[in-house]
């Protein structure tokens, strides 16, 4: 398998603060790698660095083949950027602003129109095409912002938090892009604050907290790293919660875990669907009233929390 | 090089989109010009008498010369605008030539200049302002000006570059110009000034510009021929000093580009 975008120990410090200690990454050429942390975990430095806007302290990348040092002119000639803020001109219009990027792209002043067009259609932005973009809302910035990283059909192309503070519906138009360009080859570096958006479109997720990379693998890979599946049971009184912690104690053999506010108790499955089975007739025997019975995978969420300690505490 | 032509005309088109389409600007290169000529004009025009020429005429040189100082402030804030929203960065991650950015931004705020320099030569013709050492010279004067204004336009990238944040810029520019305006010839005759000032003012480099300019346009007063060595001499003072500031400030700004962008 090919691989698009190689990071092998970037490093880079800021004064004396380290924002990126040794981050490695490696995106096979046509899939989506998701790169999840919290505030300040380094998401957008290891981003700028990949598209040569910031030189790594130490370390090396290559992006479509190119090395980001010594050949970022090539490098940026395969890229498409859409920045964690959008970078636009407010006094142009959208249709302006499009086709002053694909000129610079070089593609040529009647191609870099007909693209513009074209994504201006695309991204639902036709009908504010001949508006300043300062008098846009900020879904339509952003959205006009992955336009401009897509003028010139990159091959690979990154994301920083491109869903931030967009509706439901721009996310999903987003979302068919960025699926479109994963089916037509594209490579895709995508940094996220939704955990459910990397579930749904990324091939693997890595987590980075405090610059460096503490978690990566596919999204049931890292579920399956914080524990398996529970067995969780919802009860119609709070009177029941003792019964039905003993009998779950004998059939799962590990300690249940109370929520009072819920009344719900919950226990990890070791067996699968014979503790189910077991648990459900030990219940039934306990005579608990139950008023909800089900089989709970963790939550990206979850996975998310446990790894990272659910601090922010790189933040500076 | 034809694709740095390409990308500095594209972004040159940019700016001047801008320039239709922010007020400020325009009215900044138009009527305040026209109202430097006007109030200065008229106010210090009747207070004031030098010898051998009126005053009005005496003083069109120094506020031609201003205006092309406030240049630093234009380019500055528009380089530092373009730096906080992001604009930059998305140039720098296209594969287009790296100095083109900050060759459009310079060459359209010499347009501005240039713009300034017409409305100002015309109102000052409306107040009885003329040139009396033929046509050439006087073109002559404001290529001189324009040289200083692109130089200036230089000088505010890198400032805008270092500084980033427009409050930063205002008041760099402003403590910059300030100085260099009101210590020299531009609004008054050196004559009067006592020794030591005197002699600050005449080797303050705006005052070689402007009495280039006015021995161009032929506005001077029948004093000269005495002061201090660059107002003695101010054309070839005023080209070779404009020549060593651009030929320091250009790669300066362009190195700092290179790094303002990489934080
Ligand atoms: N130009 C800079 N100067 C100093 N410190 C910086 C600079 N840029 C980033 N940092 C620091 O580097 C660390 C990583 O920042 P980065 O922007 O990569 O985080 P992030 O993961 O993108 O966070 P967020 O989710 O908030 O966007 C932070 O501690 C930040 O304060
Ligand atoms: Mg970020």
């Known amino acids: 398998m090919e691989i698009a975008i190689e990071a092998v120990g970037l490093r880079k410090r800021y004064g004396g603060h380290e924002a990126l200690c040794g981050v490695d990454l490696s995106v096979p050429t046509g899939t989506l790698l998701g790169i999840l942390g919290p505030n300040g975990a380094g998401k957008t430095t290891t981003v700028r660095v990949l598209a040569t806007l910031l030189e790594p302290d130490e370390g090396r990348a290559s992006v479509a083949g190119y090395d980001v040092r010594d050949q970022p002119r090539e490098v940026r000639r395969s890229i498409g950027l859409t920045g964690q803020y959008a970078a636009l001109d407010e006094r142009l219009t959208g249709r302006e602003n499009l086709r002053l990027i694909g000129t610079l792209y070089r593609l040529g002043r009647r191609a870099a129109k007909a693209r513009a067009d074209e994504l ?32 010139a059909e990159p091959k690979v192309l990154f994301l920083d938090e491109p869903t931030t503070g967009l509706d439901l519906t721009s996310r999903l138009t987003l979302w068919d892009m960025i699926r479109e360009q994963l089916a037509g080859g594209v490579t895709v570096l995508m940094t996220t604050q939704y955990l459910e958006e990397a579930d749904q479109l990324a091939d693997r997720i890595a987590v980075i907290d405090g610059g460096r990379v503490i978690a990566d693998g596919t999204s049931d890979e890292l579920k399956a790293k914080v524990g398996g599946e529970r067995l969780e049971v919802s009860l119609a009184d709070d009177s029941d919660i003792p019964a039905t912690v003993t009998a779950l104690r004998e059939t799962a053999a590990a300690e249940p875990v109370v929520a009072q506010d819920s009344r719900t108790v919950s ?39 446990a790894l990272t300690g659910g601090t922010t505490s790189r933040e500076r | 090089m034809v694709e740095l032509v390409s990308d500095v005309s594209a972004l040159v088109g940019r700016h001047m989109k801008h320039l239709v389409r922010i007020p400020e600007k325009l009215l900044s290169v138009t009527l305040m010009p026209v109202a430097y000529v ?30 092309m100082l406030t240049n630093v402030g234009n380019t500055a804030l528009g380089v530092a605008g373009d730096l906080s929203n992001g604009v930059v960065d998305r140039f720098r991650s296209l594969p287009m030539s790296r100095s083109s950015v900050l060759i459009a931004r310079t060459l359209s705020d010499l347009t501005l200049a240039v713009i300034a320099c017409v409305t100002m030569a015309i109102v000052g013709y409306l107040m009885g302002w003329r040139v009396h050492e033929g046509f050439l010279k006087a073109l002559a004067g404001f290529g001189l000006l324009l040289l200083l204004g692109y130089t200036m336009a230089w000088l505010g990238a890198l400032i805008g570059l270092l500084a980033r944040s427009a409050e930063a810029v205002n008041s760099i520019a402003f403590m910059l110009v300030m100085p260099l305006t009101f210590l020299s010839n531009a609004f008054i005759p050196l004559d009067g000034l006592p020794g030591w000032l005197r002699w600050l003012c005449e080797w303050n480099p705006v005052s070689a510009v402007v009495a280039a300019c006015r021995e161009l346009f032929g506005n001077t007063t029948t004093g000269t021929g005495k002061g201090a060595f660059p107002v003695q001499y101010p054309v070839p003072v005023s080209l070779v000093l404009c020549g060593l500031l651009l030929a320091a400030v250009v790669p300066a700004a362009v190195g700092a580009y290179r790094r303002a962008a990489a934080r």
Not at chain 2, 42 to 60: E, K, W
């Open chain 1, 120 to 151: 201006l259609d695309r991204l639902d932005l036709a009908h504010a095409a001949e508006r300043q973009v300062k008098t846009y809302s900020g879904g339509m910035r952003r959205r006009l912002d992955l336009a401009a990283s897509l003028i």
């Open chain 1, 267 to 305: 226990v990890s499955l070791r067996d699968g669907l014979k503790t189910v089975s077991e648990a459900a007739a030990a219940l039934d025997a306990a005579g608990a009233r139950t008023v909800g019975f089900a089989v709970r995978r963790p939550s990206l969420d979850g996975v998310f929390l």
């Open chain 2, 38 to 67: 006007v109030v200065f004009g008229v106010l210090f025009g009747s207070a004031i008498s030098v010898p051998g020429s009126d005053y009005r005429s005496y003083l069109m040189a120094g506020i031609f010369t201003q205006m």
